[in-house]
């Protein structure tokens, strides 16, 4: 059986590329992950890709991507699940290093956004909810995901300003990020008066499009070890799913696909949630970023502004979040940002986050989800 | 959804028939085929018309096909039967928490290179 490692990661800056196309950035990422680290051994490309099938009318694009690049001895797979589209290809690469098939394997995503209407990004974002529900009826996952937010503040007695936390923190760690997409900072004030989306949520609550490509390179311990590559492992991962329309839930603000996809991955790592000291959350909105924070057992449910408030998740924090910037801040190229999370990590493990650098970098837990936490994925870092 | 599913689901669409599972009796629309609570079998189960808004927001981040006439409000409601549902609201410039409503049947959008028009279910403020 192989033990999964981390021996390298390539990914262009998050952004709007109006002259390169979705193979020209995962070429660009692949190429800087296989040159810089010295990856030329592929046994497998796997590939996140949320939009191409609708955008640019591209199907089976990790075929493409191999092709692109001329990798013609490697099993190909494409995972396409909006957000989580990377965590999924990521997911089965570590099962494939772990099986034994495979002792090397490139696994990321691409996504290419900025060009398409903004009535295109709404819909087609919007797509990984149920379509009768939301899709048909005109809802969007913004409007569903405002429509929970209402109940979550009247239920905890939230305060706008509370949402606001989470983006503010997040462009200030953006602020200091070289490969993000918006890099300003803003005040709670800014997000309060930006406009809405659909109240309560501004366009600071919501992640914009955007276009990047993140790659890591996957392999067995102790092949990594006799070619000489520092690593991070893959020390424990889980998911799981729940009804996607939340008024099936038990809670229509309880992410369960998270605490149960957390629960396997910490049980898989031998940890507990406590011995985490760095995340790296998908929130595509402010209010999805509170109830992942709630899920994760860290605080009561409803308390996980507060916690944000007071610094916790702060890059000084007990537990930073997002350091970064996350989906809000260093950008969403749907397919590809898994992938830029587990980027992110490494450089976290590997001392190598500049000015996001945090100090002591123990566990880091990767988290990823289909939309309003239907499907839900968690990753165990650490031992770099 | 494709063409041929706004066509499986024209009579749930049109006449609000969700499902009722025949083993815990739990309701859902849109509607299943399996239960979310237990796994049982789901039948059909026609809704209630009327209901009240709970929550209500205006989609103002337009999506592809209902971007023609500007911002349009959405809503849960809650049917008299306590089902909770998404729905779009018409016929209201002003919504509000607690407003009676009943379902209306209204074209939603047009598509595709023939101008398909698609029909469904909006709420409206129940009259009088």
């Known amino acids: 059986m192989g033990r999964p490692v981390i021996v390298g990661v390539g990914y262009t800056k998050v952004g709007e590329y109006w002259d390169k196309d979705v193979f020209q950035l995962a070429y660009t990422a692949i190429k800087n992950l296989m040159d810089e680290y010295g990856v030329d051994d592929v046994d497998a490309l796997y590939v996140g890709n949320a939009l191409a099938g609708y955008y640019d009318r591209q199907l089976a694009l990790a075929s493409h991507v191999a092709d692109a690049l001329s990798l013609y001895d490697t099993a190909v797979s494409t995972f396409s699940s909006g957000g989580a589209s990377s965590a999924q290809a990521i997911y089965n690469a570590v099962l494939g290093v772990a099986s034994g098939q495979f002792k090397s394997v490139i696994v990321g995503g691409v996504e290419k956004m900025s060009e398409e209407l903004p009535a295109k990004v709404v819909r087609g974002t919007s797509l990984v909810e149920n379509s009768f529900l939301v899709d048909y009826n005109g809802l969007t996952s913004f409007s569903l995901q405002a429509l929970i937010a209402q109940m979550y503040m009247e239920e905890f007695g939230l305060k706008r300003e509370d949402l606001s936390l989470l983006p503010v923190l997040e462009h200030e760690n953006s602020s200091k990020s070289k490969h993000s997409q918006f890099r300003n900072r803003i005040s709670i004030e800014m997000v309060l008066n930006a406009p809405p989306v659909a109240e309560p949520l501004t366009i600071f609550d919501v992640s914009a499009p955007g276009d990047g490509a993140a790659f890591i390179a996957v392999m067995d311990e102790d092949y990594a070890r006799k070619n000489g590559f520092k690593y991070v492992k893959i020390l424990g991962m889980g998911s799981a799913s729940q009804p996607a329309n939340p008024l099936e839930r038990a809670s229509p603000y309880m992410f369960e696909a998270t605490s149960r996809a957390l629960e396997k991955a910490l049980s898989g790592a031998g940890i507990t949630i406590e011995d985490v000291n760095h995340l790296e959350i998908y929130n595509p909105t402010s209010i999805a970023g509170l109830l992942v924070l709630d899920s994760l057992g860290l605080c009561k449910r409803g308390e996980s502004a507060k916690l944000v408030g007071d610094g916790y998740f702060s890059l000084e924090g007990r537990a930073p979040v997002n350091t970064f910037g996350g989906a809000k801040a260093r950008g969403d190229p749907k397919g590809a940002v898994t992938a830029y999370q587990f980027v992110e990590a490494f450089l976290q493990h590997m001392n190598m986050a500049g000015d996001n650098q945090i100090g002591d970098v123990k566990y880091s837990l990767i988290h990823s989800m289909v939309g309003f936490d239907i499907s839900s994925y968690v990753f165990i870092l650490g031992g770099g | ?128």
């Open chain 2, 1 to 128: 959804m494709t063409e041929i599913s706004d066509w499986i689901y024209r009579i749930s669409r049109y006449r609000l028939i969700g499902s009722k599972c025949v083993e815990c009796g739990e309701v859902a629309y849109p509607p299943r085929l399996t239960c979310y609570k237990c796994g049982g079998k789901m039948a059909d189960y026609q809704l209630p018309r009327r209901g009240k808004i709970l929550y209500y927001t205006v989609v103002k981040s337009l999506p592809e096909r209902y971007n023609r006439y500007g911002a349009y409000p959405v809503a849960i409601v809650e049917l008299e039967d306590g089902t909770r549902i998404f729905g779009l609201l018409t016929d209201v410039d002003n919504p509000e928490k607690g407003m009676e409503v009943e379902a209306v049947l209204r074209k939603l959008y047009t598509y595709g290179e023939h101008g398909k028009i698609i029909y469904g279910v909006k709420f409206r403020p129940v009259l009088g």
